[in-house]
């Protein structure tokens, strides 16, 4: 029954074609193993300066957030808020449980991901 209403909420996330683009872009990303999955380790791959962008889902913690939003701004790196929740951002890239957070670490597939995010107010870039 889980696994049912898992895959329902995602292919309602799905339906919009700029989502879809989107979760494709990450997919890809993860196949070419240039992601970084979760917020402990984004925030390791940003100490180590090998993050070109970083992608939040919509359902963070509050604690979360504010931790991203903080490494981020310290090490320059751009920081967009997706509206997609982290169980659909976590089916994209073939991972069980819920992503709060990916990074990319790839120029060219960052660009990429960033060429396939929608262009209504939903996606917040926070300047650093």
Partial sequence: ???????????????????????????????????????PMVCEALKKQKVMAVFAAADNAPNSAKRLLDRCAFYGVPLYELAIDGDTLSGAVGKSGRLAALAVTDQSLCQLVLSKLPKNTENDKHEN
């Avoid at 909420?9 to 799905?14: C, E, F, P, S």
């Avoid at 339906?15 to 070419?32: I, M, Q, V």
């Fill in 1 to 39: 029954m889980r696994c049912t209403m898992l895959w329902n909420r995602n292919w309602k996330a799905m339906k919009s074609d700029e989502n879809r683009a989107l979760l494709f872009a990450f997919g890809l990303c993860a196949k070419a193993g240039k992601l970084v999955y979760g917020v």
